[in-house]
């Protein structure tokens, strides 16, 4: 198997990757994403440039986000990073939608009164989930609604919206709301 990993050290997505490679002891080649030449040769195999993207030569395949890349390499190495109970698995996200549902009742925003780059940083893992496995909690479902209703959060679903079919899975309908 011959992995590639186009990925910079210092962005935290691709240390997420880098983690995952190191604990199951899979060689990898590494190619460095700097400047524009770097975005340049990355958007020649993954059109959007976002990084990480791991490239298996051998199977032919490419693949964006850190947590797409994680599940595929743990499969293919039989791995112990993602549980193979899916119960299991999806637990863990329970537990924390809940905390982030229990923080949202005392406060409108991840950080407070205000939004705060908190709130910048929680929107995209809010936004995938949501495809992936859902919230039950009224707290976490309100605070997703603000989110969407914020100019800057708009556009950027906006700007993302015709690279959905990128997703390895389909979008739900309501993705977008209602709530």
């Known amino acids: 198997m011959t992995l590639v990993l186009y990925q910079h050290p ?15 002891d ?17 958007a020649r195999i993954w059109p959007p440039a976002g990084m990480p993207v791991l490239r298996d030569e051998d199977a032919g395949l490419t693949l964006p986000e850190s947590t797409t890349i994680i599940e595929y390499l743990d499969a ?3 791995g112990p990073l993602v549980p193979a109970d899916a119960g299991e698995a999806l637990q863990a996200l329970d537990t924390a939608y809940g905390v982030l549902d229990d923080r949202l009742a005392e406060q409108p925003w991840a950080g407070g009164e205000t939004f705060t780059m908190a709130d910048c940083a ?18 976490v479902r309100r605070y997703y609604r603000d989110l969407l209703a914020r100019p800057s959060i708009a556009r950027v679903v906006d700007d993302a919206r015709p690279y959905r079919d990128l997703f390895p899975l389909p979008w739900p309908a309501d993705q977008d709301g209602p709530f």
Not at 10 to 24: G, T
Not at 30 to 42: C, F, P
């Open 10 to 24: 210092f962005a935290s997505y691709c240390q997420k990757v880098l983690i995952a490679l190191y604990e199951l």
């Open 26 to 42: 899979l060689p990898f080649e590494s190619h460095l994403i700097e400047g524009e030449e770097g975005r340049a040769a990355l």
């Open 76 to 78: 293919v190495a039989d």
């Open 122 to 139: 929680i929107f995209p893992a809010l936004f995938y989930l949501r495809g992936v496995h859902r919230w039950e909690g009224d707290n």
